[in-house]
């Protein structure tokens, strides 16, 4: 009997459609194939295949059985729970999942190989030349020339005459495999007693989700780098997944992964190279790849067997990706790791309330790591009232910052200014008519970037010339610049220790990941005086000599006020006072902040999270909010505010009636106008047993919004402007 085919294709269409199988072509589910689209022939995956009843009508047939890589079964299964947890368009998940699988091959290299000739005219420089070719696997000229220590002159006067010659070499694609006879630092006694409950749970077998929570440098990395170590060795085709919130972490972890099992992991984010992907992704798909570090997309690659999936600062809003396909990469880790039947381990030194609430009622085993390694200590934090102690007009740092600045320096330890602000300035105003410089067609201010002299979106990034005059009334030189970014931080540094060695780490400087690892290695060997960073690099990295950490406005985060401003604000500076102090240097943190009552400020001077965390909780609880509640967000956009407002009172109108569920909205949205576009919003209120996910797909389906107008659905939003 003939069959049909259920093709879901890498765009946002509500559904897979149905194909004829071709008599022979023999498909099996998770295949990728060609079908017909309209005139094109288009790339989709096969994710059901059914006997033909008949009485069908005709359909199309597939075209074509790629000669590609299957997606596993579970990969294909995991895009459509994702799918359908997010209340979006299978096809976006496939899209992320099918990135690597589209990317260009990577191209033959140029290498050169000794032919036997020997050099007419035997210099040193050229016998080194020789000497290094024969002692390594052939490599391409530059890196011989390199190798030798040469000019690569010399190399290509070699191959011109005759000595070496120059070949095409297919790349060696695949990795080498992890080297399970090393072993990993002698853990001590907590250490062990955590990897040693991991180990049990992964031996165990099947689904379980553990929290590894332990302060900065308690020796997470290690604990789940061991765990990693028994899962590879307990079945020679186990995978491991280790996901990062930043470009900038995967690289520590990358370093640490190939130091301890003497092989490369497979490496994968925005910043690697679509060869790279493509190299990865089919490693992945085979099996052969069997430790994949990566940012939170590495979560839709094709693992065959994936054994282990570890959330390193698991509380991190980066894992959130907002838009497109909005999904939190943490939550669908743990339904990844469900339907692979895979460990997870959740690793924080301040953990979201969300996995904290998990390993409170038992959903999640609590692992703790109670102190730093060794005879390292946390720094001691004390807070700068900036009432009492403020910096001189037009200056950021306040005296008692500039101090500890200045004995650091002199011990010759370095110094980590942290600004969760890129560029120079966060607002321009004019001085003459008061006039806010904020972009065209969005609701947000430009800010200030004095390296490329630009005024700069950062939500769209529009940028222009800063102008000379005001835009608005015409006055010269009337523009002035409001507020600290890391930039003028710098220049004040500057101005305060004009020998010190100072750089910023921001993504305007840091724009890479090689660069990212240049930076990290750096400052990690004493190079850089003065860091001042975003949170780029606030995070997780180990400075040993570093022993000061300022915050420069600790209130920063607390102003935007919803409801995890008070928690993000506590993860985040409990993480980059957490970079001060390591081995043996103590280590000291300085928050300058206006509120030191603030329960937050409090809490980290005390360094008393558990308080911090009861009290939030209890608040959380009282009403109704994550995690006790659940919360979606609807974002509804259009050009046109009267069209937008009408759809929306209909809309409203449409909402579903369900018990446990509150709906309130529509409201204007804190960013109004994006790119020209009016936006508003709904945001729902459930309480923690209704499904979500099905009450938003059935009010979403009630209604039909006009062409212009754009709805998108956020599950558990991070951002509510
Ligand atoms: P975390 O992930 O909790 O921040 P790390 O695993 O990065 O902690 O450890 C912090 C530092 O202490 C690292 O430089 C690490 O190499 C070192 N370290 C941790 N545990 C040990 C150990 N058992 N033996 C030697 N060094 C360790």
Request: glycine fraction near 8%; include cysteine; proline fraction near 8%.
């Amino acid at each position: 009997m003939s069959r049909i085919a259920s093709v879901l294709i890498p765009m946002p269409l509500p559904e897979a459609f149905d194909y004829a199988e071709p008599e022979g072509m023999d498909l099996a589910l998770g295949d990728q194939v060609a079908v017909p689209l309209g005139p094109r022939l288009i790339r989709g995956v096969v994710t059901d295949l059914r006997d033909a009843m008949g009485g069908n009508r005709p359909l199309k047939p597939v075209a074509e059985k790629l000669d590609e890589p299957r997606l596993p079964p579970r990969t294909v299964e995991f895009i459509q729970w994702a799918a359908r947890y997010s209340v979006d368009a299978p096809g976006q998940p496939l899209a992320i999942a099918l990135r690597g699988a589209r990317a260009p091959r990577p191209r033959p290299v140029r290498v050169v190989r000794l032919t036997g000739v020997e050099p007419a005219r035997p210099t040193p420089a050229r016998l080194r030349v020789v000497d290094a070719a024969a002692a390594a696997a052939p490599m391409g000229p530059t890196d011989l020339a390199h190798a030798a220590g040469v000019s690569s002159g010399v190399v290509k006067a070699l191959v011109d005459e005759g000595v070496l010659t120059v070949e095409l070499q297919a790349p060696d694609d695949r990795f080498a495999p992890p080297d399970l006879g090393r072993h990993g630092a002698e853990l001590n006694a907590s250490q062990a007693a955590a990897a040693q409950a991991l180990k049990a749970m992964v031996a165990e077998g099947g689904y379980g989700v553990a929290l590894l929570d332990g302060v900065t440098g308690s020796g997470k990395t290690e604990v789940y780098l061991e765990c990693a170590a028994a899962v590879l060795a307990g079945d020679p085709e186990a995978q491991v997944l280790i996901l990062l919130p930043e470009i900038a972490l995967t690289q520590a972890v990358i370093a640490r992964v190939a130091d301890r099992f003497g092989a490369e992991p497979g490496e994968w984010h925005s910043d690697v190279s679509p060869p790279m992907r493509r190299r990865v992704w089919e490693g992945v798909a085979a099996g052969q790849c069997r430790i994949v570090v990566g940012a939170r997309s590495a979560l839709f690659l094709p693992f065959r067997k994936l054994a282990l999936i570890v959330v390193d600062e698991e509380h991190d809003g980066s894992f959130k990706q907002e838009d497109g396909f909005i999904y939190h990469a943490r939550d669908l880790a743990v339904a990844r790791g469900k339907i692979e039947d895979a460990a997870v381990v959740l690793a924080s030194a301040t953990p979201s309330l969300e996995t904290l609430r998990n390993a409170e009622i038992g959903r999640y085993r609590w692992l703790k790591l109670s102190a730093r390694h060794g005879i390292a200590r946390l720094p001691e934090i004390d807070l700068i009232d900036l009432r009492e102690s403020p910096p001189e007009p037009g200056r950021w740092l306040s005296p008692p910052l500039v101090e500890a600045m200045r004995e650091t320096r002199e011990r010759g330890e370095q110094t980590l200014l942290f600004l969760n602000r890129r560029g120079y300035a966060p607002l321009v105003l004019c001085r003459a008519c008061g006039e806010r410089m904020t972009a065209p067609d969005t609701d947000s201010w430009l800010v200030e970037h004095r390296y490329t002299g630009r005024l700069v979106c950062h939500l769209t990034g529009f940028s222009m010339l800063k102008p000379a005059a005001c835009p608005h009334c015409g006055a010269k030189d009337s523009l002035v610049s409001i507020g600290p970014g890391v930039e003028r931080v710098e220049e004040e540094a500057r101005g305060l220790f004009p020998d010190a060695r100072i750089a910023v780490f921001s993504s305007d400087t840091v724009f890479d990941a090689r660069e990212a690892r240049r930076m990290i290695e750096t400052m990690a060997a004493g190079e850089i005086d003065i860091l001042v960073a975003t949170q780029a690099a606030a995070k997780g990295h180990n400075f040993p000599n570093l022993t000061l950490v300022g915050v420069v406005d600790a209130d920063l985060g607390l102003r935007g006020g919803d409801l995890r401003a008070a928690e993000r604000t506590y993860q985040l500076l409990a993480q980059a006072t957490g970079r001060a102090g390591r081995k043996d240097r103590p280590g000291r943190a300085l928050l300058q902040t206006y509120a030191p009552e603030h329960a937050v400020m409090q809490a980290l001077k005390a360094q008393d999270r558990d308080a911090f965390v009861a009290a939030e909780m209890a608040e959380r609880e009282m009403a109704g909010l994550p995690p006790f509640g659940r919360l979606a967000a609807v974002i509804a956009s259009g050009p046109d505010a009267g069209q937008l407002d009408a759809f929306l009172r209909t809309m409203a109108q449409a909402a579903p009636n369900s018990p446990g569920v509150a709906v309130y909205g529509p409201a204007d949205a804190p960013l109004g106008l994006i790119r020209g576009r009016r936006r508003k919003r709904f945001l729902v209120r459930a309480d923690r047993g209704v499904d979500l996910s099905a009450y938003m797909a059935a009010w979403r389906a009630r209604v039909r919004p006009p062409g212009q107008i754009r709805i998108a659905i956020d599950i558990d939003p991070y951002s509510f402007l």
